[in-house]
Protein backbone atom coordinates (compact mmCIF):
# COMPACT_ATOMS: atom_id res chain seq x y z
CA UNK A 1 0.00 0.00 0.00
CA UNK A 2 1.18 3.57 -0.70
CA UNK A 3 0.73 6.12 1.31
CA UNK A 4 -2.62 6.59 2.75
CA UNK A 5 -4.36 9.75 3.23
CA UNK A 6 -7.41 9.43 6.38
CA UNK A 7 -9.73 11.92 6.61
CA UNK A 8 -12.40 9.68 7.82
CA UNK A 9 -12.07 10.92 11.31
CA UNK A 10 -15.82 11.09 12.30
CA UNK A 11 -15.86 6.91 11.33
CA UNK A 12 -12.71 6.04 13.72
CA UNK A 13 -9.42 7.38 14.25
CA UNK A 14 -6.26 5.75 15.01
CA UNK A 15 -5.86 4.30 18.68
CA UNK A 16 -2.56 6.30 20.01
CA UNK A 17 0.37 4.49 20.29
CA UNK A 18 0.66 5.68 23.57
CA UNK A 19 -2.74 4.36 24.36
CA UNK A 20 -1.99 0.58 22.79
CA UNK A 21 1.15 1.08 25.13
CA UNK A 22 -1.00 1.56 28.24
CA UNK A 23 -3.28 -1.49 27.76
CA UNK A 24 -0.61 -3.97 27.03
CA UNK A 25 -0.08 -4.80 30.65
CA UNK A 26 -3.76 -5.10 31.38
CA UNK A 27 -3.83 -8.21 29.11
CA UNK A 28 -0.48 -10.14 30.37
CA UNK A 29 0.41 -9.16 33.37
CA UNK A 30 -2.28 -7.12 35.49
CA UNK A 31 -4.95 -9.52 34.11
CA UNK A 32 -6.78 -10.14 37.36
CA UNK A 33 -10.46 -9.71 37.71
CA UNK A 34 -10.77 -6.44 39.59
CA UNK A 35 -13.73 -8.40 41.65
CA UNK A 36 -10.91 -10.24 42.91
CA UNK A 37 -9.41 -9.79 46.65
CA UNK A 38 -6.15 -10.64 45.80
CA UNK A 39 -3.50 -7.96 44.85
CA UNK A 40 -3.43 -8.80 41.25
CA UNK A 41 -7.47 -8.22 41.38
CA UNK A 42 -6.74 -5.25 42.93
CA UNK A 43 -4.71 -3.46 40.32
CA UNK A 44 -7.32 -3.83 37.39
CA UNK A 45 -9.56 -2.19 39.93
CA UNK A 46 -7.28 0.75 40.70
CA UNK A 47 -6.87 1.14 36.31
CA UNK A 48 -10.13 0.87 36.43
CA UNK A 49 -11.07 3.80 38.87
CA UNK A 50 -8.43 5.49 38.20
CA UNK A 51 -10.15 5.83 34.45
CA UNK A 52 -12.82 6.56 35.83
CA UNK A 53 -11.54 9.47 37.83
CA UNK A 54 -9.70 10.59 34.48
CA UNK A 55 -13.16 11.01 32.78
CA UNK A 56 -15.18 12.08 34.88
CA UNK A 57 -13.04 14.69 35.92
CA UNK A 58 -13.45 16.01 32.56
CA UNK A 59 -17.47 16.79 32.68
CA UNK A 60 -17.20 18.30 35.62
CA UNK A 61 -18.99 15.29 37.16
CA UNK A 62 -18.82 12.87 39.98
CA UNK A 63 -16.60 9.55 39.60
CA UNK A 64 -19.57 7.22 40.33
CA UNK A 65 -21.55 9.10 37.84
CA UNK A 66 -19.52 7.47 34.72
CA UNK A 67 -20.63 3.91 33.43
CA UNK A 68 -18.23 2.26 31.26
CA UNK A 69 -20.16 0.29 28.12
CA UNK A 70 -19.19 -1.33 25.02
CA UNK A 71 -19.14 2.03 22.82
CA UNK A 72 -21.38 4.86 22.45
CA UNK A 73 -23.93 2.54 21.05
CA UNK A 74 -24.72 0.87 23.93
CA UNK A 75 -24.47 4.13 26.01
CA UNK A 76 -27.46 5.53 23.59
CA UNK A 77 -29.29 2.59 23.97
CA UNK A 78 -28.61 2.49 27.60
CA UNK A 79 -29.83 5.93 27.76
CA UNK A 80 -33.00 5.97 25.95
CA UNK A 81 -34.34 2.03 27.02
CA UNK A 82 -33.59 2.64 30.43
CA UNK A 83 -35.04 6.36 30.99
CA UNK A 84 -38.14 5.24 29.25
CA UNK A 85 -38.55 2.18 31.26
CA UNK A 86 -38.19 3.92 34.15
CA UNK A 87 -39.83 7.00 33.88
CA UNK A 88 -42.79 5.19 32.28
CA UNK A 89 -45.26 5.89 35.23
CA UNK A 90 -44.62 9.87 34.61
CA UNK A 91 -45.35 9.48 30.78
CA UNK A 92 -44.53 7.81 27.81
CA UNK A 93 -43.29 10.64 25.26
CA UNK A 94 -39.49 11.17 24.08
CA UNK A 95 -38.05 14.19 21.61
CA UNK A 96 -35.46 13.70 19.82
CA UNK A 97 -33.66 14.86 16.19
CA UNK A 98 -34.13 13.55 13.00
CA UNK A 99 -30.25 14.00 12.63
CA UNK A 100 -29.63 11.77 15.47
CA UNK A 101 -27.01 8.65 14.97
CA UNK A 102 -28.48 5.60 14.56
CA UNK A 103 -28.22 4.48 17.33
CA UNK A 104 -30.01 7.08 18.86
CA UNK A 105 -32.76 6.77 16.00
CA UNK A 106 -33.22 3.14 15.64
CA UNK A 107 -33.46 2.61 19.43
CA UNK A 108 -36.20 5.16 19.31
CA UNK A 109 -38.26 2.89 16.50
CA UNK A 110 -37.71 -0.05 19.26
CA UNK A 111 -39.05 1.92 22.17
CA UNK A 112 -41.91 3.22 19.03
CA UNK A 113 -42.99 -0.47 19.01
CA UNK A 114 -43.23 -1.04 22.32
CA UNK A 115 -45.98 2.02 23.39
CA UNK A 116 -43.93 5.43 23.12
CA UNK A 117 -44.47 8.01 21.47
CA UNK A 118 -41.15 9.62 19.81
CA UNK A 119 -40.97 13.35 18.20
CA UNK A 120 -38.33 14.26 15.57
CA UNK A 121 -37.78 17.57 15.48
CA UNK A 122 -36.63 19.21 11.78
CA UNK A 123 -33.11 21.16 11.63
CA UNK A 124 -32.90 24.07 9.94
CA UNK A 125 -30.89 23.87 6.89
CA UNK A 126 -28.18 24.84 8.46
CA UNK A 127 -28.20 21.44 9.97
CA UNK A 128 -28.99 23.24 14.05
CA UNK A 129 -31.93 22.20 16.38
CA UNK A 130 -33.71 25.66 17.46
CA UNK A 131 -34.26 25.31 21.42
CA UNK A 132 -37.51 27.08 20.85
CA UNK A 133 -38.81 23.72 18.75
CA UNK A 134 -37.61 21.94 22.10
CA UNK A 135 -40.03 23.86 24.14
CA UNK A 136 -42.62 23.84 21.35
CA UNK A 137 -42.68 19.64 21.63
CA UNK A 138 -42.65 19.14 25.08
CA UNK A 139 -46.15 17.91 26.78
CA UNK A 140 -47.11 16.64 29.89
CA UNK A 141 -46.09 13.11 29.68
CA UNK A 142 -42.75 13.72 28.01
CA UNK A 143 -40.17 12.28 29.67
CA UNK A 144 -36.97 13.10 28.04
CA UNK A 145 -35.18 15.16 25.30
CA UNK A 146 -32.18 13.48 23.52
CA UNK A 147 -30.29 15.67 21.42
CA UNK A 148 -27.00 14.89 19.98
CA UNK A 149 -23.49 17.39 20.76
CA UNK A 150 -22.42 17.29 17.50
CA UNK A 151 -23.61 15.82 14.20
CA UNK A 152 -21.11 12.88 12.79
CA UNK A 153 -22.25 13.74 8.98
CA UNK A 154 -22.17 17.02 8.75
CA UNK A 155 -20.95 18.30 12.02
CA UNK A 156 -22.97 21.09 13.39
CA UNK A 157 -22.36 21.63 16.95
CA UNK A 158 -26.05 22.28 18.77
CA UNK A 159 -26.92 24.48 21.40
CA UNK A 160 -26.56 21.85 23.76
CA UNK A 161 -26.88 24.12 26.63
CA UNK A 162 -30.14 26.14 25.75
CA UNK A 163 -31.81 22.51 25.09
CA UNK A 164 -30.90 21.51 28.32
CA UNK A 165 -32.03 24.53 29.78
CA UNK A 166 -35.53 23.86 28.10
CA UNK A 167 -35.53 20.63 29.17
CA UNK A 168 -34.67 21.30 33.01
CA UNK A 169 -37.49 24.25 33.26
CA UNK A 170 -39.95 21.52 32.42
CA UNK A 171 -38.23 18.98 34.70
CA UNK A 172 -37.49 16.61 31.98
CA UNK A 173 -34.26 14.54 31.68
CA UNK A 174 -32.09 15.34 28.60
CA UNK A 175 -29.43 13.63 27.28
CA UNK A 176 -26.59 14.05 24.39
CA UNK A 177 -25.26 11.61 22.30
CA UNK A 178 -21.38 13.34 22.46
CA UNK A 179 -19.58 11.16 20.58
CA UNK A 180 -18.36 13.47 17.90
CA UNK A 181 -17.74 15.94 20.63
CA UNK A 182 -16.07 14.65 23.52
CA UNK A 183 -12.57 14.81 24.47
CA UNK A 184 -12.62 17.21 20.85
CA UNK A 185 -14.46 20.63 22.42
CA UNK A 186 -15.07 21.40 25.70
CA UNK A 187 -18.08 19.73 27.62
CA UNK A 188 -19.20 20.24 31.08
CA UNK A 189 -22.40 18.35 32.70
CA UNK A 190 -23.08 21.37 34.84
CA UNK A 191 -22.98 24.24 33.14
CA UNK A 192 -24.49 22.68 29.65
CA UNK A 193 -27.51 21.14 31.68
CA UNK A 194 -26.58 17.75 30.78
CA UNK A 195 -28.34 14.67 32.89
CA UNK A 196 -26.78 11.80 30.73
CA UNK A 197 -24.00 11.65 28.19
CA UNK A 198 -22.71 9.24 25.58
CA UNK A 199 -19.07 9.11 24.30
CA UNK A 200 -16.71 6.29 22.94
CA UNK A 201 -13.30 5.91 22.96
CA UNK A 202 -12.01 5.01 19.17
CA UNK A 203 -13.45 8.57 18.34
CA UNK A 204 -10.57 10.06 19.99
CA UNK A 205 -8.04 7.53 19.32
CA UNK A 206 -8.97 5.33 21.88
CA UNK A 207 -9.69 1.46 21.13
CA UNK A 208 -12.57 0.43 20.00
CA UNK A 209 -15.40 -1.21 21.40
CA UNK A 210 -15.04 0.81 24.69
CA UNK A 211 -17.34 3.92 25.95
CA UNK A 212 -19.24 5.30 28.35
CA UNK A 213 -22.69 6.65 29.87
CA UNK A 214 -22.66 9.72 32.31
CA UNK A 215 -25.65 9.69 34.07
CA UNK A 216 -26.31 12.66 36.72
CA UNK A 217 -26.93 11.24 40.78
CA UNK A 218 -30.48 10.98 41.77
CA UNK A 219 -31.98 10.07 38.07
CA UNK A 220 -34.13 7.31 38.02
CA UNK A 221 -32.63 4.32 35.75
CA UNK A 222 -32.56 0.70 35.15
CA UNK A 223 -29.80 -1.92 35.06
CA UNK A 224 -28.85 -2.59 31.28
CA UNK A 225 -27.22 -5.80 31.62
CA UNK A 226 -28.16 -8.28 34.08
CA UNK A 227 -25.55 -10.33 35.84
CA UNK A 228 -22.58 -9.51 38.61
CA UNK A 229 -22.40 -6.05 40.33
CA UNK A 230 -20.41 -4.47 38.30
CA UNK A 231 -20.77 -0.61 37.55
CA UNK A 232 -22.57 -0.34 40.92
CA UNK A 233 -25.17 -3.03 39.12
CA UNK A 234 -26.28 -1.58 36.64
CA UNK A 235 -24.53 -3.11 33.87
CA UNK A 236 -23.09 -6.48 34.29
CA UNK A 237 -19.99 -8.34 32.88
CA UNK A 238 -16.14 -8.23 33.95
CA UNK A 239 -14.82 -4.53 32.91
CA UNK A 240 -13.16 -4.26 29.55
CA UNK A 241 -9.99 -3.55 31.61
CA UNK A 242 -7.59 -2.71 28.62
CA UNK A 243 -10.54 -0.80 27.42
CA UNK A 244 -10.80 1.11 30.14
CA UNK A 245 -6.72 2.14 30.45
CA UNK A 246 -6.93 2.29 26.75
CA UNK A 247 -10.10 5.32 27.03
CA UNK A 248 -8.52 6.76 30.18
CA UNK A 249 -5.65 7.09 28.16
CA UNK A 250 -6.76 8.82 25.09
CA UNK A 251 -8.89 10.85 27.28
CA UNK A 252 -5.75 12.21 29.05
CA UNK A 253 -4.05 12.53 25.89
CA UNK A 254 -6.71 14.15 24.14
CA UNK A 255 -7.53 16.81 26.99
CA UNK A 256 -3.65 17.33 27.42
CA UNK A 257 -3.55 18.39 23.12
CA UNK A 258 -7.31 19.79 22.51
CA UNK A 259 -6.30 23.26 21.77
CA UNK A 260 -3.47 22.63 19.54
CA UNK A 261 -5.56 19.62 17.70
CA UNK A 262 -8.43 21.93 17.47
CA UNK A 263 -5.82 24.48 15.93
CA UNK A 264 -4.70 22.44 13.48
CA UNK A 265 -7.59 20.50 12.44
CA UNK A 266 -9.35 24.00 11.86
CA UNK A 267 -6.70 25.38 9.81
CA UNK A 268 -6.48 22.30 7.31
CA UNK A 269 -10.47 22.07 7.41
CA UNK A 270 -10.96 25.94 6.54
CA UNK A 271 -8.08 25.36 3.46
CA UNK A 272 -10.21 22.16 2.10
CA UNK A 273 -13.75 24.40 1.99
CA UNK A 274 -11.91 27.04 0.93
CA UNK A 275 -10.43 25.52 -2.21
CA UNK A 276 -12.84 23.19 -2.96
CA UNK A 277 -15.86 25.88 -2.99
CA UNK A 278 -13.50 28.08 -4.87
CA UNK A 279 -12.16 25.47 -7.53
CA UNK A 280 -15.17 22.83 -8.38
CA UNK A 281 -18.27 23.61 -9.69
CA UNK A 282 -21.51 23.47 -8.54
CA UNK A 283 -21.09 22.05 -5.02
CA UNK A 284 -22.13 23.33 -1.65
CA UNK A 285 -21.13 22.85 1.67
CA UNK A 286 -23.51 21.26 3.65
CA UNK A 287 -23.88 22.67 7.31
CA UNK A 288 -23.73 25.42 9.01
CA UNK A 289 -19.96 27.26 7.96
CA UNK A 290 -19.56 28.70 11.81
CA UNK A 291 -20.97 26.17 13.95
CA UNK A 292 -19.70 22.77 13.31
CA UNK A 293 -17.00 20.64 14.45
CA UNK A 294 -13.36 22.13 14.03
CA UNK A 295 -12.33 18.37 11.88
CA UNK A 296 -15.50 18.41 9.62
CA UNK A 297 -16.42 19.12 5.68
CA UNK A 298 -19.45 17.95 4.22
CA UNK A 299 -19.54 18.72 0.25
CA UNK A 300 -22.50 17.89 -2.00
CA UNK A 301 -21.23 18.05 -5.89
CA UNK A 302 -23.92 17.78 -8.31
CA UNK A 303 -24.34 15.52 -11.26
CA UNK A 304 -22.15 13.15 -8.90
CA UNK A 305 -22.71 9.92 -7.23
CA UNK A 306 -21.31 9.68 -3.91
CA UNK A 307 -20.21 5.95 -4.14
CA UNK A 308 -18.20 6.19 -7.60
CA UNK A 309 -16.48 9.17 -5.85
CA UNK A 310 -15.53 7.23 -2.70
CA UNK A 311 -14.24 4.15 -5.02
CA UNK A 312 -11.99 6.74 -7.02
CA UNK A 313 -10.38 8.49 -4.12
CA UNK A 314 -9.92 5.04 -2.51
CA UNK A 315 -7.63 3.99 -5.93
CA UNK A 316 -5.87 7.24 -4.76
CA UNK A 317 -5.59 6.11 -1.65
CA UNK A 318 -7.47 8.52 0.11
CA UNK A 319 -9.98 7.24 2.95
CA UNK A 320 -13.37 9.40 2.67
CA UNK A 321 -17.18 8.49 3.74
CA UNK A 322 -20.29 9.96 1.79
CA UNK A 323 -23.84 10.49 2.82
CA UNK A 324 -25.33 7.65 1.88
CA UNK A 325 -25.78 4.11 4.08
CA UNK A 326 -24.54 2.01 1.41
CA UNK A 327 -24.00 -0.52 4.51
CA UNK A 328 -26.75 -3.56 3.73
CA UNK A 329 -26.57 -3.14 0.17
CA UNK A 330 -29.63 -0.47 -0.37
CA UNK A 331 -28.27 3.09 -1.68
CA UNK A 332 -30.70 5.47 1.28
CA UNK A 333 -29.40 9.17 0.57
CA UNK A 334 -27.95 9.61 4.36
CA UNK A 335 -31.21 10.75 6.94
CA UNK A 336 -28.88 13.93 7.69
CA UNK A 337 -28.55 15.31 4.63
CA UNK A 338 -32.73 15.01 3.71
CA UNK A 339 -33.29 16.87 6.71
CA UNK A 340 -31.33 19.88 5.98
CA UNK A 341 -33.51 19.92 2.89
CA UNK A 342 -31.09 18.31 -0.27
CA UNK A 343 -33.16 16.82 -2.90
CA UNK A 344 -32.02 12.97 -3.24
CA UNK A 345 -29.68 12.89 -5.92
CA UNK A 346 -27.85 16.14 -4.07
CA UNK A 347 -27.52 14.38 -0.96
CA UNK A 348 -26.27 11.07 -3.38
CA UNK A 349 -23.35 13.56 -4.41
CA UNK A 350 -21.77 13.78 -1.34
CA UNK A 351 -19.01 13.77 0.54
CA UNK A 352 -17.42 13.65 3.80
CA UNK A 353 -13.92 14.44 4.49
CA UNK A 354 -12.62 14.32 8.74
CA UNK A 355 -9.60 15.47 9.14
CA UNK A 356 -7.06 14.38 12.24
CA UNK A 357 -3.83 16.16 13.94
CA UNK A 358 -1.84 14.03 11.94
CA UNK A 359 -2.96 15.31 8.65
CA UNK A 360 -0.62 17.90 6.81
CA UNK A 361 -1.42 20.87 4.50
CA UNK A 362 0.03 18.61 1.45
CA UNK A 363 -1.85 15.76 1.65
CA UNK A 364 -5.24 18.60 1.97
CA UNK A 365 -3.49 20.03 -1.15
CA UNK A 366 -3.17 15.99 -3.02
CA UNK A 367 -6.73 15.41 -1.96
CA UNK A 368 -7.82 18.82 -3.69
CA UNK A 369 -6.18 18.03 -7.19
CA UNK A 370 -7.46 14.30 -6.83
CA UNK A 371 -11.48 16.07 -6.24
CA UNK A 372 -10.64 18.47 -9.04
CA UNK A 373 -9.89 15.22 -12.01
CA UNK A 374 -12.22 13.12 -10.27
CA UNK A 375 -15.21 14.67 -9.98
CA UNK A 376 -14.57 16.25 -13.63
CA UNK A 377 -14.42 12.67 -14.64
CA UNK A 378 -17.31 11.79 -13.11
CA UNK A 379 -19.35 14.90 -14.93
CA UNK A 380 -17.88 13.94 -17.89
CA UNK A 381 -19.95 10.40 -17.84
CA UNK A 382 -23.03 12.39 -16.68
CA UNK A 383 -25.97 12.07 -19.28
CA UNK A 384 -27.93 14.95 -16.52
CA UNK A 385 -24.73 16.80 -16.63
CA UNK A 386 -24.45 17.10 -20.59
CA UNK A 387 -27.95 18.25 -20.64
CA UNK A 388 -27.17 20.83 -17.70
CA UNK A 389 -24.39 22.39 -19.41
CA UNK A 390 -26.13 22.39 -22.93
CA UNK A 391 -28.97 24.46 -21.38
CA UNK A 392 -26.38 26.77 -19.76
CA UNK A 393 -25.19 28.10 -23.41
C1 LIG B 1 -19.67 6.65 16.17
C2 LIG B 1 -20.90 7.23 16.77
C3 LIG B 1 -21.73 6.45 17.60
C4 LIG B 1 -21.47 4.99 17.87
O1 LIG B 1 -20.36 4.78 18.68
P1 LIG B 1 -19.69 3.30 18.70
O2 LIG B 1 -18.66 3.38 19.77
O3 LIG B 1 -19.11 3.08 17.35
O4 LIG B 1 -20.78 2.36 19.04
C5 LIG B 1 -22.83 7.06 18.17
N1 LIG B 1 -23.12 8.34 17.93
C6 LIG B 1 -22.35 9.12 17.14
C7 LIG B 1 -22.71 10.55 16.95
C8 LIG B 1 -21.23 8.58 16.52
O5 LIG B 1 -20.49 9.34 15.73
Known sequence: MGHIIYLDHAATTRTAPEVAEAMLPYFTEYYGNPSSIYSMGGAAKRAVMEAREEIAATLGAKTNEIYFTGGGSEADNWALVATAEAYAGKGKHIITSKIEHHAILHTCAYLEKRGYEVSYLDVGENGIVDPEDVRRAIRPDTILVSVMFANNEIGTVQPVREIGAVAREHGILFHTDAVQAYAHIP???????????????????????????????????????????????????????????????????????????????????????????????????????????????????????????????????????????????????????????????????????????????????????????????????????????????
Request: hydrophobic share 35%.
Open 187 to 393: VNVDDMNIDMLSASGHKCNGPKGIGFLYIRTGIKTRSFLHGGQQERGRRAGTENVPGIVGLGKAVRLAFANMEEHAKKERKLRDYLIQRIGEEIPYCRLNGDRERRLGNNVNFSFRFVEGESLLIMLDMKGICASSGSACTSGSLDPSHVLLAIGLPHETAHGSLRLTVGPENTMEEMDQVVEALKEIVGKLRAMSPLYEDFMKKQK
